[in-house]
């Protein structure tokens, strides 16, 4: 069963919501390193970095109760 993720970066008057279903991170990864190389966008590689940390966070913490 997919179920819906959301990471939210609020940043000055912009805010960056991605949305993904489980087993898309990868994806979403890809996403953010995308919007961080737009020269374009307010979106750097460290709001990347943060996103994929918590990410990741949360990957674990599932892990976790899994093995539990």
Same mark, same amino acid.
């Given at each position: ?8 970066? &609020?940043?000055?008057?912009?805010? /960056? ?10 994806? &979403?990864?890809? =996403? /953010?390193?995308?919007? =961080? ?10 709001? =990347? ?11 674990? #913490? ?5 093995? #539990?």
């Amino acid at each position: 069963m997919s179920v819906i993720r959301q990471l939210s970066l &609020v940043k000055g008057d912009e805010r /960056f919501i991605f949305r993904y279903t489980t087993g898309q991170e990868a994806q &979403v990864i890809d =996403a /953010f390193a995308s919007l =961080a190389g737009n020269t374009g966008s307010d979106f750097d590689w460290f709001d =990347a970095a943060v996103l994929s940390y918590q990410m990741g966070r949360r990957l674990e #913490t599932e892990l976790d109760q899994i093995a #539990t």
